[in-house]
Structures are given as C-alpha cells and as structure tokens.
C-alpha cells in the first residue's frame, strides 16, 4: 500500500562517528524539513567558516568508487550517503535536512540500523502535502560484462530482486527479493553490513580507502571465513546488504519509486548508471501524486507550487 502525506522527523536527531574511508570523526544532525524540501546535505566545515547545500539526487552524484558520493570534491562533496539514504527511504521520509561538518558520513556499525534507531527515538510525522511517486513507465537496463541492473514498470510497489555472485565460497551465489516497506526494511534489510576482503585490504589504504574500516563496521572476509568473532547477522547478510545499498542509491532519483529494480553482481556504479538511464527519457517515467487521480511530468519535481501547511500528525 503506497504511503499517502509526506513525512518528516517530529525533532532533530544527532549522530557522531568515523567515515569508514576517511578515518576521520565527523556529526551529523538530521533535522525536521518542511513538505516538498526532499532530502538535502548541509555541508559545514568548509575551508573559510563555508557551508554548502547539496540536493541527494542523482544530478549530484560525482563518484560511485567504493560508495556514492554527492557534491564536487573541491568545493563541497558528502560521501558514503547510501547507508543513511537507505535509512530515510526504508522509513518513508520524505523531507529532512541533514547537517554534516565532515567529507563523509559515519559508518557506525556498518547498516542502517543505527540510523533507524536515532529516528526511532524522535519518531516521524505526517505532513499536510500528499506524497509523490516516480513510476517506472518502460524498462532501462545498463550492463558491464556479466553484470547488469534494470528497471522495469510495477504499478504496486518498489520491489527489489538482487543476485550476487563471488569467486569464494564464503559468499557464493546468493539471491533475494522483496517489497520494500518500512517492516520488510526493517525486519529484512536494515541490519545487513557493508562487507570486504582481507586480501584487499593493503591496496585499498594505499588507494586512501578503508582508513576507518574495522570490524566493529565491516563484515571481514578472510580465505577460510568470516573474520568477525559474531558472525553474521543474517546467513546471507551479503546480498542482503547489496539490497540495502540499492535502495539507498536509487532513492537519489528523488521521490520513492514505484517500479521493479533487478541487478545481478551490481552495485553502486551499476546503481547509478540505471537511474541515468531511466532518466534519459522522459517517456521512461511519469510522477504519480498520491493525493490525486492525475499524474505530471517530471519537470514539475522540485517546483515552488504553494501547498496548504497543516499541523504535523505523529505517526
């Protein structure tokens, strides 16, 4: 069942951490938006007392090495966002403003989960305005090799069909699907954490990745097994987060999809390049507004129409 009002937090929620890549400790604060604001970065700490806001949409995605970063690099950029985007949209928020003084954001204990439990704390609201969705009208497909990502028309929900596939057998062939709510996120996704190779591990410090990456955030995979003394959170966690990263990438197209997403050893490259795809043409995609029968172009996203604003309702 599609969510009806556009939400938002009740209060601000703070979060302090170290950037998986970066090593370094960095805040956040997710604060309350207004309807119609969608998710926006407010980059601080810039070189001469700066700020900068940054949009989470694919238009501002400028490297997808390793995670997804938003924002230009020598002016302003915020990255590792896919984690916390998965958060929001897992939930269903729509409109947040997120306050960060630092290149990344943290990686906590690697998922999403700690993102939900801060919002859970403070819990969400509805809003006056009805809620948008982006539905899939014909199918776009991007592949590299053996790897592809797709999206194709699902007038219901925004599903996710994942399979993965590596040369190990820690990991394997492992596949999963679901429907994505704020319970099967919850229940099914949220937990699952970002995941690397000891092997791998010199050559990315060299790279200036992975400086912050420990096994308090990081499912290590070693040449006979998981390194991490707890295990694994789910039996296949690592497609699980594969997911989880999916619908943090793609909710950069701006409003919640409606539409079947399918990819087979993808990730964030993959990811980004589908929305690209999709976004090519505007016959791949039309803008659904949940509170109205009618449906409008895409180049009424973002617009400046005045809404009625209505006391926020708690959920």
């Not at 897992?90 to 997120?98: A, I, Y």
């Not at 016959?283 to 509170?291: H, K, L």
């Amino acid at each position: 069942m599609k969510q009806s009002q556009q939400t938002t937090l009740r209060a601000a929620v703070n979060l302090t951490g170290v950037g998986v890549h970066s090593g370094d400790e960095v805040r956040i604060v997710l604060h309350p938006a207004e309807a119609n604001h969608g998710v926006v970065f407010l980059r601080t700490g810039l070189p001469g007392g700066r700020d900068r806001l940054i949009d989470a949409r694919h238009l501002t995605v400028t490297a997808t090495e390793l995670c997804t970063v938003i924002g230009d690099r020598q002016t302003g950029a915020v990255a590792t966002i896919e984690h916390l985007m998965a958060a929001l949209t897992g939930l269903g928020v729509d409109n947040v403003l997120v306050e960060i003084d630092g290149p990344e954001v943290p990686i906590l204990d690697g998922s999403s989960a700690p993102f939900i439990e801060a919002i859970d704390e403070v819990g969400l609201a509805l809003q006056g305005s009805s809620r948008r969705y982006l539905k899939v009208l014909k199918p776009v497909r991007v592949a590299q090799g053996k790897a592809f990502a797709e999206l194709t028309p699902n007038d219901r929900a925004f599903r996710l069909e994942v399979e993965i596939d590596f040369p190990t057998s820690v990991i394997g062939r492992q596949s999963k699907a679901i429907d994505l709510s704020p319970t099967t996120f919850r229940r099914d996704i949220s937990r699952a954490r970002t995941f690397g190779f000891m092997c791998d591990v010199e050559k990315l410090w060299n790279a200036g990745f992975a400086l912050g990456a420990s096994l308090d955030n990081t499912v290590a995979i070693g040449e006979d097994g998981v390194m991490n003394p707890e295990g694994l959170r789910y039996a296949d966690e690592f497609v699980r987060h594969k997911i989880l990263d999916a619908v943090g990438d793609l909710s950069l197209a701006g409003l919640p999809l409606l539409g079947t997403y399918r990819s087979f050893c993808g990730g964030h490259r993959m990811n980004f390049a589908v929305l690209e795809a999709l976004f090519s043409n505007r016959a791949n995609y039309t803008i659904v507004d949940a509170g109205a029968r009618r449906e409008t172009g895409y180049a009424e996203i973002g617009n400046n129409i005045a809404v009625p604003a209505y006391a926020p309702e708690v959920l």
